[in-house]
């Protein structure tokens, strides 16, 4: 199974990483360099073995009316770009003239 | 071209919001309207080391939903991160269910307007909503507000059971009645507490291979569904009469253009790497707690139906009209009950009481009227204590009042005047007012009868009860005409 | 308060100091900001704190002495000053995770973790240096630059909590969090000579820890002794309802263990060690298996027996951890993209740019490198075979070490490492730098405690002696490692 330099791309747009042509290459090589080391995986009789669902145990539930967890200083503390409230992010360049929430197939 | 030879194949994706205090995944509240990004805490915006941990009331609801839509609740079901990138997606992924959803395998029967259909619902499973991305705020720049994110959702997926868009909107009132019957949600499209994305394909008739399908979006009312899926069938149908294929796409309605077109966005990039999410463990549910739910269960609307029509002897359409909405079902059933008149309660609810909500005075909880109020009305003009006028009188001040229907009526004098004395008295004054009319009604023009009755009921000021008016007027007639 | 005396005295001494009023938790925290400058601990020297405020940790110090009770109720770790990794959220002092990402962020929430050291009246002094996002064994992948090993300037400190475990070393702090994935806890504490505890998991709640890899991560204390460790320990465990993988199970007195101890002549009586076979292969560093020896002869002393075991899956830890650890460390990390806090490339045109431009600005090359290889052992076609795959191994791993403590085995042991500290810039292969948690990756992926003690030193680096035990037997472990170093006594540090 070798990961190519298309495959890196393609997963670097995955991942909405910037990988320069030039680092594509190298990076295959890495990649490949380090499956290589779990090949071994595949020899494995995993048979009677099924993968675990989550985590250990099963989940706590909250009660609906457990109420917020506060914030120790404001949003606009910590957030890059705030205007009345809003997170502010350059437009998205696929956006439909749409109400929000509606088309959200592949994203920004 | 005629799609004649063509069968339409549709399935609907329906996602829900669930009607909890909270959002799923952490306490912040899921009130409506709220200021831009006031409803949020660490889980829902994101943040580095924040953690989710499942609302409890939002398990319910689904479970409730999934029950009552006939489906296997698992006892144990899995969260799944679905990983894509998107502003109002804080952390990069959704968490949902994959592999192991919360319920399969149900059924909605629906009304087809040629018979009865059964509509298969593959799954249901909890997931979470995503925050709001407003795109005309700001020139050049969107605005994220993340109030919504993590409000719980249920998506309801049907079988590509639907063959007319009418079948489909169809199915969508009935669910969304369910819905709502089961106070599960507020399932209005217009708020986006309910959405719809169709699954639309076209093959030959006969043919039991189905077509390639594309998914149509956007649309933001069951009319809006239905007249997408019409067009983007006869598309569908003209591709293939010409012998080209069906693209797999996803297609957006322009409710404007009534037109679906691509969505612009890359396809087969969208590998959403979908794997058991590690924060949460699997969500394992008591089958005490399963059971208690089924019992508690409320009535469905088709039992509901069925009870209505069999207790107050109505007829189909007016059991349709009072069920369509839970709240508006459980009014007509309190005025019903307390008056024994059902009918009567029918006319007013569907009536008065309709015409009140329509304009505008919103919900149930605003309403004026009280059932308790209203079926005393209808009492007051069984006993002749109002004439029907008055009762449409007095019910327009008890509802901009809130007052009871008794001191209303006497407050602005509206009661029956029953009294024989005062009766005749008015009856004499009208015959001496109208001496020609009165000649030939007493001389056998029994057609003037109604005439004079509106004359007492002038004089009366609407006050005098008509039946007894037309009844002693009657006597009065066989009085005065005398023997012969 | 004098330095050499600050540098040596137990958590559990100043704690007591300060409740009984001998000694001002203010001068405790000066001392230790005393020793940061001393030992150069900052980016000039030895750059194992990234952030820290005096004044901020002088007026908690403050507090504690005004809401200690008459009788000194200030906490089991009152005026104790603490390090906390980078990767832990703070109130005040940063949380970058060492990646220029989260540059100047500061948290709005703090973890229980932290809050509950507060609550046992810690001070936080600093936050330490670390690999990025706890991705690496050295602190060498950490974008404010390495670590430096204070027993040798030119070697690493071990990764990722590789500032946590130098500035206990370094007598800076008497106790330190640092967080665990593969073993970035034990493995540092073994090249620094100090004891490193990751717990079993879901004891302690991970509430503020900034995932990496979530099924594998853990919040872990380090300490100069195991009493202190263990104090640490018994402060933060216990259920969290913030966390959904924090465990409803009862917290046992660690601490209690140790009284017996000194008293006892054959502590361990009716204790069976196990010594895994696949822990000691036949290239294992001769001076490190000869101080595993010296370590277990000391053990037979104290009256435990000691068995060979067979852990069979062993050498399938690192490819098991390699696939599910980027895996799930590629779906965390998806949240750092700019739009709500921490770094964002401004100047772009579009959203699309800001992402990539954010994270691939933002990210160092092993970030990159493990989200890049996580997205593709997750990617459509490849799921089966990776992560499916390597989960289903991960049962067998676990159930290794299950069907050895059913067996009658109380705890095991192992060396913590295969080798001693390493130089700066020695390892540039990132499989080989993988390698260096080959003892230490298995009781992440079974969830079990495991612990290092320091054993001895050789060409004057230490060397650690790790204990595992079963899930929730913290109790057990606690006890075997106070025995051991108690037994060692100097020699551990010689």
Known sequence: ?108 | ?484 | MKQTDFADMPASVIAARVAAGSLDPVQAVAASFAMSREKKSGRDGLNLVLWSDEKLATADASVLKETMGPRGEGGSLAGVPVAVKDNIATLGLPTTCASRILAGYVSPFEATAVTRLRAAGAIVVAKTNMDEFAMGSSTENSAYGPARNPHDLRRVTGGSSGGSAGAVAAGIVPIALGSETGGSVRQPASFCGIVGVKPTYGRVSRYGLVAFASSLDHIGVMARNVDDAALAMQAIAGLDPRDSTSADVPVAPYCEEFVSIATTPSPLEGLTVGVPAEYFPEMLDPGIRALCDRALDALRSLGAKIRKVALPHTSLAIPVYYIIAPAEASSNLARFDGVRYGRRESGTASLREMFGDTRSEGFGPEVTRRILLGTYVLSAGYYDAYYRKAQSVRTLIAGDFARVFAGGVDVLFTPTTPSTAFSIGQITDPYEMYMSDIFTATANLAGVPAMSIPIGRESGLPVGGQLIAGHFAEAAMFRVAYALEAALGGQAHQ
């Not at chain 1, 957030?79 to 197939?105: K, N, Q, W, Y």
């Open chain 1, 1 to 108: 199974m070798g990961v190519t330099h298309d495959d890196v791309r393609h997963i670097a747009e995955l991942a909405r990483l910037s990988v320069g042509t030039a680092r594509l290459d190298e990076l295959a090589s890495e990649l490949n360099a380090i499956l290589g080391h779990m090949d071994v995986l595949g020899k494995v009789d995993t048979s009677g073995t099924p993968p675990p669902a989550a985590a250990p145990g099963c989940t706590h539930l909250r009660s609906d009316s457990s109420g917020p967890i506060p914030l120790a200083v404001p949003r606009e503390s910590f957030a890059p770009i705030m205007r009345d409230g809003f997170f502010i992010v350059p437009r998205l360049a696929t956006h439909e003239e749409l109400s929000s929430g509606g088309a959200r197939e592949g994203g920004a």
């Open chain 2, 1 to 484: 071209m005629s799609t004649d030879k063509y069968e339409m194949v549709v399935g609907l994706e329906v996602h829900v919001q669930l009607k909890t205090r909270s959002k799923a995944f952490c306490g912040c509240s899921t009130d409506f309207g709220a200021a831009p990004n006031v409803n949020t805490c660490p889980v829902c915006l994101g943040l580095p080391g924040a953690l989710p941990v499942v609302n409890e009331q939002a398990v319910m609801l689904a479970a409730r939903a999934a029950i009552s839509l006939g489906c296997t609740v698992h006892p144990t079901s899995v969260f799944a991160r679905k990983n894509y990138f998107y502003p109002d997606l804080p952390k990069g992924y959704q968490i949902t269910q994959f592999d192991e959803p919360l319920a399969t395998g149900g059924t909605v029967m629906i009304d087809t307007g040629a018979g009865e259909r059964t509509i298969g619902i593959t799954r249901v499973h909890m997931e979470e909503d995503a925050g709001k991305s407003v795109h005309d705020r700001f020139p050049g720049e969107t605005a994220i507000d993340l109030n919504r994110a993590g409000v719980p959702l249920i998506e309801i997926v049907s079988e590509p059971d639907m063959r007319t868009a009418r079948e489909a909107g169809a199915y969508l009132r009935t669910l969304r009645q369910i819905l709502q019957y089961l106070g599960v949600s507020d399932v209005s499209m217009e708020q986006g507490s309910l959405r719809v994305d169709a699954n639309v394909s076209a093959r030959l008739k006969g043919e039991e291979a189905l077509g390639t399908k594309t998914e149509v979006k956007n649309m933001n009312s069951f009319s809006a569904v239905e007249r997408a899926l019409e067009f983007e069938f006869t598309r569908q149908c003209g591709l293939l009469e010409r012998g080209e294929t069906v693209v797999q796409h996803t297609l957006l309605w322009d409710a404007s253009k009534n037109e679906a077109r691509v969505s612009r966005t890359k396809e087969g990039s969208n590998d959403y790497r979908y794997f058991p999410e590690p924060d949460l463990g699997p969500l394992v549910l008591d089958p005490d707690w399963l059971s208690m739910i089924k019992l508690s269960l409320p009535e469905l609307p088709d039992k509901r139906r069925a009870r209505f029509a069999s207790d107050f002897s109505l007829d189909a359409e007016d059991v349709d009209k009072l069920t369509a909405d839970s709240e508006l079902a459980e009014y007509f059933e309190a005025v019903a009950r307390a008056t024994g008149d059902g009918k009567a309660a029918a006319n007013w609810v569907m009536g008065e009481v309709q015409a009140l909500l329509n304009a505008g005075k919103g919900t149930f909880d605003e309403l004026s009227v009280r059932p308790a109020d209203l079926a005393q009305l209808i009492s007051m003009i069984r006993d002749g204590l109002v004439s029907h006028a008055a009762a449409k009188r007095i019910f327009s001040l008890m509802a901009e009042s809130g007052k009871p229907a008794a001191q209303v009526a006497h407050e602005h004098g509206l009661l029956q005047v029953g009294d024989d004395a005062a009766l005749a008295g008015w009856i004499s004054e009208v015959m001496t007012e109208h001496p020609e009319e009165s000649r030939r009604y007493i001389g056998g023009e029994r057609k003037l009868q109604g005439v004079l009755v509106g004359f007492v009921m002038k004089k009366s000021a609407g006050k005098a009860d008509p039946k007894r008016v037309n009844q002693l007027l009657v006597a009065r007639a066989e009085a005065d005409a005398g023997p012969g």
